[in-house]
Structures are given as C-alpha cells and as structure tokens.
C-alpha cells in the first residue's frame, strides 16, 4: 500500500486544457473519491495515474516513486471499469486470474488468491460461466475480484456503478466500501454521483473545468462549501442563493434583513445561500440561539412524501424550501407569502465577483 | 386483385427462370465432366449424368502432368495468402480502431486510397520485379504481394471498433499485456467471426487469381488450376469433357464454401464495398 | 488543500530501468506504427515501386526482361504511337466501351427491379433465390468462362440449340419468333456475335453482386415511408418509382460506379472465350488484354506500359463524370 502524489499535473488535448495544475496527496490507505461534472476531467486525472493517458506536465508518485514513465502494469494499481470491460472469452476465474497470468505469478499462487477472492465475493459458484451469463452485479463483483486479486497498492475505480440499476447501486456500493475496510488499500474513485461521493469518501475532490474546486471531508463539503459552484453542486436540491448586500453584520436584501451572529467585513455584492432542506415553516422546531426569517413569495407547493416541495421567489431569484410533512405548521397555502426560518449558523455567504465563500472575521 | 396476382405470379416464374439460367452453366459442367466428347459433341447434347467421369479425368492428367500438383499449389498459395492477410490485416485494423496515435487518419485514408489502383496498372512492372527478384515460378511471387489488402484492413477495423470497447484494451493494459500481447490474447480471440469472413473473402479471391500466376508462373509445373486449364485450350479438337471436369475441379472448393457460408460471405462483401 | 506542501515531502525516487521496460511502458505510442507497417512495407515493394516503375517504362522502349540498362529513353514516343498509330489499341478501346456498356447497363437494369422483387416478395427463399444469383460472382471466371465457351459453341452448344428452337417454332407455318431468334447456329466466334456472347458472361457473373448491392440499400430504406405510401393509396410499382429509386440513388451511384471501373479493366472472360488472341478480326480484345498481349507476346513492356496508363486515366475520367451526373450535390 502507498500514498499517492499528484504535482501541478496538467493535461492537454490539442489546444485545450483539460485537467489544469492538479495538485493533490493521497493518504495510504485512504479513500479518496473524485467528484465532479462530466468534462470537469476527473477521469482523465484518474488515467493518467492509471497509465492509460499520457502526461503532458507535472508529476504523480505513487509511494516515493515517480511513475510518469512506467507502464500501468509497473505502477502496481488495479482499476474496476464503468463497462467493467470483462473479457468475453475468457471464463469468470480466467479473468481474475489473467492479470496474474501476465505478471507471471506461479499457478499455486494464483489458483490460492482466486479462490480467496471468489469466497470474499461470494464468486466461488460462478467461476467457469463467462461473462454473458452474469446479472450486472454479477459482474461488477468479478471486476472488482479482478482488481483484488492483483493485491495492488492502489485502487482506481471508473464509475463503477453507473451502469446499474439504482437499487444494485446501493448495495455494491456498500459492498465497495466493505472490501475497502477490510482491505484498507488506497483508493481513488471517480464518480459524478454525489451520493457515492459523500457516502464513500474519506475525502471528496469536486473538480470543475480542470481545477480543484474543494477538497475535504464529505461533511466539510456540504456544510463549508468553498465557493458557490461547490455550494450549488451538492446537496439536492441545490442550495437558495439570493443577491444580497452585507452591512454592519446584516444581511440585506431588499427590504428585508438578517442580523448575523458572527462578523464579517461589509460587502456591498453578495450572496445569501441557504439549503432547503434548512427551512422551516416552525421556528420552534429549531434549536439556535439565532434564528432567522424570510418572507418569501410562493409559487406552488408539491407533496413528494416525506416533504413538501415549496417553490418561491426572494428578490428574483428562485427560492425552495424542503419542509417535513411531520412539521407541525399545515401547509395548505399554495399561493401569496410565507415565512421561512432557519438557523442563521448554517447560512452561507458568498462574494458575487470571484464566487468564492464569504467567511467570518476571526477576531 | 386477379390482376395484380397474374402478374406477381409471372414475376415468379420470370425470377426462377433468371435463378435456372443463373446455375446452368454449373449443371452443364458437371454433366459434360462426365460424358466423352462424342457425347458433348452430339445433339442434343447430354441432359444427364454419363459415366465418362474417370475417362476425362485421366485425359485431363495427360494433357496435365501436373494437375494435381497444380490443384495443391492453388490451395497451398490460397491458404498462405489467407493466413497472411488475417495476421496483416487484423493487426493493422486494430491499430487503426483502437490507438489515438499521430496520423492516424492520413494513414488510414492513404490505405483506403491505395484500393482505387486498378491491378492491371501493376501488372508489367510486376512481373518485371519478380523477374529481377528471382521470384517468377515461386509461390511466393503470388502471396507476398497479395498478403495485405486495404479491404481486409478496412473491414477488420470496422469490426474490431464495432466488437471491442476500449476498455477492455486498457485493462488487459492494467492487467500487464504489453502491446502485442493485447492484440493477440484479447483482440484476437474476439474477432474470430470477422477471420472467418476475410478468410472466406481472401482464399476464394486467391483461387480464382488469374492475372497473377498468368504474368509470373510459365513453368506448367508451378502453375495454378486456373492457367492449367486455360492451357487445355487452343490447338486442335478441344476435349470439353476433360475441361469441364478440371473446371468441376476448379469450382467446387467454392461452391462448398458458399453453401455452408454463403450469408456470412454476402454481408461480408456487400458491408465491405458499401461501407469503403 | 495541503496538497501541495506535502507534495514537496517526497523525494523523486526514480529505479533504472532497462530499455526493454522504457520501450514496453510507451509500447502504445510506437506500437501502432509497427501494426501498420507490414502494408506499408509491402505496398512499397510491390505497389509503389511497380507504379513509378511502370511511368519509367512507358517512356522507355527495348526488352525490359533483359534489365532496364537495355532500354532506350524515347520521351512520350510510346504516348504519341499509341495515339496516332497504334489501331489495335484504338479497337480495343472501342470493344471495351462496348463491352462495358453491353454488360454493365443490363446489370443494373435487371439488378434493380429483382432486387426489389426479392426485396417485397419473398420470405423464406429469399436466401436461396439470391444465392442462386450471386454463385457466378465468386466462381472462377476462368472455369466458367471454358464452360460458357463449350456452351456457345456453334454446331452442338446447348445455346444455339435452345435459341434456334424458340426461333423455329411453327404456328401455322409462320415462324412468329424468328425475327427475334436464331433459325440457324449461330457461330458465336464471328465478329459481330463475340461480343454479346462475352457481354452476356459478363452479366451473368456480375448480375447477382448488383442484385445484393441493391437489394443492401432497400433493407435500409425505413418500413413506415412504404407503409405512408399505402395509406396515401400508392400501388405497389408507385411505390417502386416515388420511393425505392429515389432512396437507391446513393448506391446506384456506387454499384455503376464500381461496374465502370471493373468493367474498363474486363480481361478474363474475353482472353479466355478468345482463347487469349482477342478472336477473329480482334473483335473481342479489350484495352486489358491489349495491354498484356503488347506486353508479353511482343515484348514491348514500354507501350504496354503506356497502354496502361491511358487505361488508367480514362477510367479515372469516366469515374469522374459519373460523380458529376449521378453524384451527391453538395
């Protein structure tokens, strides 16, 4: 196992950059999913780590050893393919063991690591079926026992679950998770599923058009977002941002204000980002020692089960609200006002020009 | 509705008759291969099967002292020309499907591009290389030349970018093939269907070559079934029944290769010529 | 976000590595150069070479089988007889255009309609009827083209003999087909009957492969453009004309297209139903075979040289104008 190193990489396509001056330190053993947008290049990141692309500037280490020049075989990784890219011809058990086959690992040692591999992933009895004959899970796990058995020193993984159905999705995904705490190999995943990033990352990278956009914990992420793309980019649906201006500690907009209970430099052009899911129509359901109310025009109230959906309008922009159905409060107006509170701790403020988060004075 | 029913009905006997007319050259030659020439000769002529099989096949090996050598040499060079054009071809194919390498479309286009040189405009120098090569009267005149064709790469890329994913080259790239490994423990494995095709394509293309051999083989000895029975033409009284029987000889290789394949051969061709 | 000051812990650690590891990690950079290279290398030898040689010889003369330093520079003196004096290559020229046009209009023609007949009309024999018609494209032409020789063949051959029965049938003393048909053996080595009888083989083998051609393109044109024409009351042959012949167009141009190159370059069934002379009166010979005769009969490698050029460009032209008509408009 290593930790694995990335130093200002950059790759170009012709004329275009697509991933620009990534910089990032791997943890051994850590689990670090790359979450972004499609084109944002977090899987052109991943392949160039992988070997599969070339490298046009920078460098990655993989432990102490600067692998740019290697092949992927002698990078010593294992990658799990979002096709899985099983090979057709070849049975369950001769995929597993192909790699170890190319690596010339003796036929005892590979027949030992095969069966430790199947057993773990409960593959044993469909060993010597091919490829087509297995469900979708199926052969998520043979990849997954493919890559295992390789005993890499760093795992990569290329949405590896996009191709299944939302239902398998959960449960591989707590399978992945699983062989990582038993395993405890270094792993990097690439993903533009929020919910795989937050439920399996140690870590989560948001990357956006080839930059770093945040890196940290998956709480960090949702609950200190750096600038507004990370802000709007997670949680669902996405955060409320409302033009505002910030003054003596007050958040104004238009005829309304909020009175912070931090401080913060004045700014004349801000924005006031508040998630849905912080909104209640009760302020007794919140526990704070500083609550805040909007007013807010309603444009129409949907019922999705466990909450109402109340979409409005707050000084022309779009402003939602998640309420819970156990809210006390009925919610049965489905036009004019409404009063939202929210615990003014979990607001966000960000700078209008460069996007990136307003935080407070620290003295 | 009666009308248009005599007419689809005369449509069918008009396209039976055209399919009768298609196949009588093949019955005529396999009932004159076995009747003598007074038979052939007489009118009308035979209708059915004689006994003369093995009369005309003994004229045919003396007027042919070779015949069967040259029936092996037809094989010999079909087959190494085939095995040629599968290993070439396959692997330039996927060279051109699957690597992102510089020039790629020049070099696919320049390929495609050499198929528009009609043979004939080869044929002088040609023969005139392989004199100066020490090649005439060789096997070998016949199947280098022909062991790489633009079609065969042309429809092994497309088969090899329609059959194989990407991925699966970059992982048998994970799992430590170097770059021909992949080629032959993956790529290979998965375009069997498309050998079969361009195999099929190749040896019949190889058979009934008759340009080749004509300008490079001049020893009867070397030549294929094609010059061989063209040989049997010319001075005085032409014994059709030996001809028809080295033709039967010449033409049933392929009409084996067609009766079990013939699907597999006609999309082969067709998806080659439309698509290029 | 710490990233980048505990990149700068680690130390770049690099192992020597052998060439044979260096070149195996960049294998997918030169590896592809090394798939193409067997064509290259061998159209280089064997088809770059012959062509710029070829140019050489057409403007030498002299016996080149004896090495090329035996030959003279004549400049385009092989052109210009060619041109001016040469008449042989003048008949051959004239046989092949209509050897071409013979064989290469009645395919199509006859192509089409099968095509489309086989298209709407047949289930389950329908790979057996277009097999029936596309056996002759794969046969050797050499075989079946001594089979048509004896089928032609003027005192015993099983065509004059079906023909001039159709021609003598009697009704009534009248002999109502015999203004279309034979009445008496017709000696197909003549002049004037040669060269149908080389067309007529032509087509039979290449009928088929236009057929498969055209009946490709059909399967593609989309099921609901027949089934709107039926609903707006289009017969059958309307549909025919308004739908299938304006869809076909694209492979019309692609199947003439490939029938005027291959039929400009016809050289197997008229050297063998000639017996390689060209037959009487040179009736038979097309610029093909004018081209191997000049070159291997009399040895003039450089006028067949030439020879083939000329070939080349007139197909070329021909070519050309056929994308002009029946080409795609941009």
Redesign the interface.
């Known amino acids: 196992m290593a930790a694995v190193?990335?130093?200002n990489l950059k790759k170009r396509f012709g004329e275009t950059e697509v991933v620009k001056s990534f910089?990032?330190?791997i943890e051994d053993g850590e689990f670090v999913v790359l979450l972004g947008p499609s084109g944002c290049g977090k899987s052109t990141t991943l392949r160039m780590l992988?070997?599969?692309e070339e490298i046009s500037d920078g460098?990655i280490?993989i432990g102490?050893?600067?692998v740019n020049?290697?092949?992927?075989?002698?990078r010593n990784?294992?990658?799990v393919?979002?096709?899985y890219?099983?090979?057709?011809?070849m049975t369950v058990k001769e995929n597993i063991a192909?790699?170890l086959k190319?690596?010339k690992v003796d036929k005892d040692e590979i027949e030992r690591r095969v069966k430790l591999a199947a057993d773990m992933l409960e593959l044993t009895p469909l060993l010597d079926r091919f490829p087509k004959a297995l469900s979708g899970g199926q052969r998520q796990r043979v990849a997954m026992g493919?890559a295992m058995v390789?005993t890499p020193e760093v795992f990569l993984f290329d949405e590896p679950l996009s191709n299944l159905d939302a239902k398998l999705r959960g449960s591989m995904r707590a399978e992945i998770k699983s062989l990582h705490e038993k395993l405890g190999t270094t792993t990097l995943y690439v993903t533009h599923d929020q919910v795989e990033a937050m439920t399996l990352a140690d870590r989560v990278v948001i990357l956006k058009d080839g930059f770093i956009a945040q890196?940290?914990t998956p709480k960090d992420i949702f609950e200190q977002p750096a600038n507004k793309f990370v802000a709007t980019f997670i949680g669902a649906p996405e955060m409320n941002l409302v033009n505002a201006k910030l003054e003596d500690n007050q958040v104004i907009i238009g005829e309304q204000t909020l009175a912070l209970p931090t401080t913060y430099q004045d700014q004349a052009d801000c924005a006031l980002g508040v998630r849905p899911s912080d909104l209640y129509l009760n302020p007794r359901a919140i526990e704070s020692d500083a609550i805040g109310k909007l007013t807010v025009n309603i444009d129409g109230i949907e019922l999705l089960g466990a909450t109402y959906h109340i979409q409005g309008t707050l000084n022309g922009s779009r402003f939602v609200a998640d309420i819970a159905t156990s809210d006390e409060t009925d919610v049965t107006q489905e036009t004019g006002e409404v009063e939202l509170f929210f615990d003014l701790h979990r607001v966000h403020l960000f700078d209008n020009q460069e996007g990136n988060a307003i935080r407070p004075n620290l003295n | 509705m009666n009308k248009l029913k005599k007419s689809t009905i005369f449509a069918y006997i008009v396209v039976g008759l055209g399919a009768m007319i298609m196949l009588a050259p093949f019955y005529f030659m396999f009932i004159f291969a076995t009747h003598s020439n007074g038979d052939i000769l007489s009118v009308p002529p035979p209708l059915w099967f004689g006994s003369e099989l093995m009369n005309n096949i003994d004229y045919l090996l003396n007027a042919l002292p070779y015949f069967w050598h040259n029936v092996g040499m037809s094989f010999y060079i079909a087959i190494i020309t085939t095995a040629l054009n599968l290993l070439f071809c396959s692997m330039a194919g996927y060279a051109l499907a699957m690597y992102d390498f510089k020039y790629r479309n020049v070099i696919f286009a320049f390929i495609m591009g050499t198929m528009l040189i009609p043979p004939f405009l080869g044929m002088i120098p040609t023969a005139l290389v392989m004199k100066y090569l020490g090649w005439l009267n060789t096997p070998k005149a016949l199947y280098i030349p022909m062991a790489c064709g633009a079609m065969g790469i042309f429809m092994m890329k497309q088969f090899i970018t329609s059959a194989i994913p990407k991925e699966l080259i970059e992982a048998a790239r994970m799992d430590g093939c170097n770059e021909f490994s992949i080629y032959w423990r993956v790529v290979v494995p998965l375009i069997k269907p498309a050998f079969g095709t361009l195999g099929l394509i190749v040896f019949i293309g190889q058979w009934n070559n008759f340009m080749g051999p004509l300008v490079v083989m001049n020893d009867m000895k070397m030549f294929t079934i094609p010059l061989a029975l063209r040989s049997l033409q010319g001075t005085g009284m032409t014994p059709w029944g030996a001809i028809c029987a080295g033709a039967a000889i010449a033409v049933i290789p392929l009409l084996i290769m067609f009766t079990l394949s013939s699907r597999r051969l006609i999309d082969g061709l067709t998806a080659g010529a439309v698509k290029g | 976000m710490s990233a980048v000051e505990s990149a700068e812990k680690i130390p770049a650690v690099s192992k020597k590595r052998s060439l044979k590891q260096r070149l195996n990690a960049k294998g997918y950079k030169w590896a592809p150069y090394l798939f193409v290279s067997p064509f290259f290398v061998l159209f280089a030898v064997f088809g770059l070479f012959p062509l710029l040689f070829s140019i050489y010889l057409s403007l030498h003369y002299g016996d080149a089988t004896g090495g090329i330093d035996r030959m003279e520079f004549v400049g385009l003196a092989n052109y210009i007889y060619l041109f001016r004096d040469d008449a042989w290559f003048h008949q051959s020229l004239i046989n092949t255009g209509w050897l071409a046009l013979a064989s290469g209009i009645p395919q199509h023609v006859i192509a089409i309609p099968l095509a489309f007949f086989l298209h709407t009309s047949f289930k389950k024999t329908r790979n057996t009827v277009i097999g029936a018609y596309f056996v002759p494209f794969i046969t050797s032409s050499v075989a079946i083209s001594l089979v048509f020789t004896s089928l032609f063949s003027r005192d015993f051959g099983v065509i004059n003999m079906i023909l001039t029965q159709i021609g003598n049938v009697e009704i009534f003393g009248f002999q109502p087909l015999g203004w279309l048909f034979p009445t008496e053996n017709v000696d197909w080595a003549r002049p004037q009957y040669i060269k149908p009888m080389i067309a007529f083989v032509v087509f039979w083998r290449f009928v088929g492969w236009n057929t498969v051609l055209y009946l490709s393109a059909m399967q593609t044109i989309p099921k609901d453009l027949y089934e709107a024409a039926t609903v707006d009351g289009a017969k059958p042959w309307q549909q025919f004309f308004y739908i299938t012949l304006p869809q076909l167009k694209p492979m019309m141009f692609f199947a003439v297209t490939l029938t005027i190159i291959g039929n400009l370059q016809m050289f197997e069934e008229p050297f063998i139903i000639t017996g390689g002379t060209g037959g009487i009166e040179q009736a038979g010979k097309t610029a093909a075979m004018h081209l191997y005769l000049t070159a291997f009969t009399e040895g003039d490698f450089g006028t067949a040289s030439a020879v083939s050029w000329l070939l080349f460009f007139i197909i070329a032209i021909l070519t050309w104008l056929n994308n002009k008509i029946l080409g795609e408009k941009d």
């Open positions: 190193t990335f130093s910089d990032l330190h992988a070997g599969l460098e280490f102490e050893e600067l020049e290697l092949h992927p075989m002698e990784i294992a990658m393919f979002q096709s890219a099983l090979y057709p011809h192909f790699g190319m690596t493919r390789r890196v940290g």
